[in-house]
């Protein structure tokens, strides 16, 4: 128990450097904002209670809003994304099934489970904080393209990070 929260709290404090300190300073015309952070909740093991899952999911998406300076909106869209979390879980479960004790990941399931996993809730998150972002549907299409690019390149940063924890 006491390793899990190690080990996650580390994999969040990692990320949330990361995001801060590298990711916040990557923008291509304000089209792509890659937000790899999002990979935390995508990690989280399995069978963890809806409670604290909501809970971290919130926390995570309200320490990222305290150093972007906008207030409830990645905390908003992280949370969409934990409440979400389980019903893709469901939906793209393996025939066997998930083991009990597993986490999400790139090792354990492969690159197709793991892609169409992170896709989708890096979609379900982007979608969420894009929308919330500009409030209206007068720039629609404009923020589609934010939500597809931006999406794309925080999915390949994903990936990235998932390859280089497996080589370790």
């Known amino acids: 128990m006491l390793n899990s929260i190690i080990k996650y709290t580390g ?53 990222i809003d305290l150093f972007s300076g906008i207030p409830g909106l990645h905390a908003s869209a992280t949370l969409v994304a934990g409440f979400t979390r389980p019903y893709i879980l469901a939906f793209i479960a393996p025939r066997e099934g998930y083991e009990q004790g597993d986490s999400p990941g790139l090792k354990l399931y492969g ?5 169409l996993y992170g896709a989708l809730m ?13 409030f209206r549907f007068e720039f629609f299409f ?17 990936l990235l990070i998932q390859s280089l924890i497996i080589k370790r």
């Open 142 to 158: 404009m923020t589609l393209l934010r939500v597809l690019l931006s999406s794309l390149f925080s999915l390949i940063f994903i």
């Open 111 to 115: 690159l197709r489970w793991f892609l």
């Open 11 to 63: 994999i969040f404090l990692v990320l949330l450097l990361i995001q801060v300190l590298l990711m916040d300073n990557i923008q291509f015309s304000g089209y792509v904002n890659p937000y790899i952070y999002v990979l935390f909740i995508l990690l989280l093991p399995i069978e963890i209670p809806s409670w604290l899952l909501l809970l971290l999911s919130f926390i995570s998406g309200f320490i």
């Open 122 to 134: 890096v979609l379900i998150h982007h979608i969420t904080l894009f929308y919330l972002e500009v």
